[in-house]
């Protein structure tokens, strides 16, 4: 027992060290009532490297995993998207439930085989499937509820040491790590390490409040700084990837600014804090809610908005199809408005619903594309062509090719300069390449034609 420990115990007044151990109690209950439903996954890519002889390609195996947590009883997990990415066979090892006669040791648990229901890139977040039932499963909390100092859990297997339980605070609420990130992410202590990415962020009452994703480390290990997905986005994602595979994004059709002093002063506004609309979009939802630029929001769904990033973070966990109660300050009126969520129009993954492996995956490109055609043009702004293919999708599959890559949303419209007008003409160019052939894309991406050079 280290020295300074042992001097406050003893110290400590007795009825203050009975506090201690049932603090140490109520941890342990804890742990063992979460861990049953914590899960370490197992995945297994190929890798592509250069064999001794400059023609001679290696396809060899690799091996890595991470953590996840089931969140239903009749097996479906949520974890990163980073944990299954590119796996050619994802394995999830369940944990055997407690017992109490068991040895110290325990067993190993059940492996087995998972289906990836549905990846969302932008959270980082996946939904996972095992064909089981009666499984041990946690509840995700109400993120929003959490404050900074609260005591958190974490759990997962760092570095592949399976059901691992850290503890700590949460250390910020809401934290961006860009400028403008509709994404926010819950800033802990717990330790968080490589192995940990999946696994739950729980709270003192055993709800999942995060999903840990990410670490900020010079070392590669943990430093205190671990950031976990909040459990509200985590349901809008798990929600709508269980019922359909898939994530569609919500917007409401306005630009919302913060309202600084000097904006305030300028434009005469009642108060120099807050968020004021700086555009609403024609016919778009907001305007046919009758919201107007220059509307002061006063709250959104009773919470009171003080900046225009937390209206946009606001807006980014809701469904689409949800609707949204606007309170808002026009003048010196007050008015309630009702909004509906609608699908962002240029988010670069809005086609991947659109798809499935069996008829759209391109393995020699690791993407899903589809026919740019009359119903697809439309959806984008002013494209150069009328002809090509749409990457509607990262697939999760080995990619035989290095460099760059292909992102959803990019329009491919030629290979190595021979014109393409649609997938099948895609798949005839790339079939036609032979072993070391230099493969280069003409693609449009966000207005811009560039080359996209690809090489094995």
């Known amino acids: 027992m280290p020295a300074t420990l042992l001097a406050v115990l003893l110290l400590t007044p007795a009825p203050q060290l009975d506090r201690l151990g049932d603090i140490s109690d109520s941890l342990e209950a804890l742990a063992r009532r979460v861990n049953p439903a914590v899960v370490q996954i ?91 039932s009666g499984l041990s499963h946690l509840s995700l909390g109400d993120s929003d509820n959490l404050q900074a100092g609260e005591l958190v859990l974490a759990f997962g297997s760092p570095l592949g040491l399976g059901n691992s339980v850290t503890m700590g605070v949460v250390s910020a609420v809401a934290r961006q790590l860009t400028p403008e990130d509709p994404m926010i992410y819950i800033q802990t202590d717990a330790s968080i390490n490589p192995g940990n990415s999946g696994g739950p962020l729980v709270d003192s009452d055993g709800n999942v409040v995060g999903i840990n994703t990410l670490i900020f480390s010079q070392s590669g290990g943990n430093e205190g700084l671990g950031f976990a997905a909040p459990s509200n986005i985590v349901r809008n994602v798990f929600d709508q990837i269980r019922a359909t595979g898939r994530v569609l994004r919500g917007q ?109 995956l391109v393995p020699e490109l690791s ?65 036609g390449l032979g072993r070391g052939d230099a493969l280069v894309l003409r693609v449009e991406r966000e207005g811009i034609l560039r080359y996209v050079t690809l090489e094995r």
């Open 252 to 360: 409401v059709g306005v630009a919302a600014q913060t309202i600084t002093e000097a904006m305030a002063s300028g434009l005469s506004l009642p108060r120099d804090w807050g968020v004021i609309l700086s555009d609403v979009i024609p016919n778009g939802p907001a305007a046919a809610a009758g919201l107007e630029p220059g509307d002061i929001v006063l709250s959104f769904d009773g919470k009171p908005m003080e900046n225009g990033r937390q209206f946009r973070v606001n807006v980014y966990q809701r469904r689409v199809g949800d609707r949204v109660r606007l309170e808002v300050l026009r003048g010196e009126e007050t008015l309630a408005v009702t909004v509906q969520i609608t699908e962002t129009r240029d988010r670069p993954n809005r086609f991947e619903h659109r798809v499935t492996p069996e008829e759209n």
């Open 42 to 132: 197992l995945t297994t890519r190929v890798s592509v490297g250069q064999g001794l002889v400059p023609s001679a390609n290696l396809v060899s195996e690799q091996r890595s995993g991470g953590s996840g947590v089931v969140l239903t009883e009749d097996g479906y997990i949520v974890t990163n998207a980073h944990v299954v990415s590119q796996a050619r066979r994802v394995r999830v090892l369940i944990p055997p439930e407690i017992d109490e006669t068991a040895s110290v040791l325990g067993r190993r648990g059940n492996l087995v085989g998972a289906q990836v229901v549905g990846v969302d890139l932008e959270t980082d977040l996946a939904v996972l499937k095992v064909q089981r």
């Open 367 to 431: 993407i899903l594309g589809m026919d740019l055609n009359a119903e697809l043009l439309p959806l984008f702004d002013g494209l150069r062509r009328s002809s090509g293919v749409v990457v509607a999708a990262r697939a999760i599959e080995a990619n035989p090719f290095q460099g760059e890559g292909l992102l959803p949303g990019d329009v491919i419209y030629s290979v190595n300069a021979i014109e393409v007008l649609g997938l099948d003409g895609l798949k005839r160019a790339l079939a």
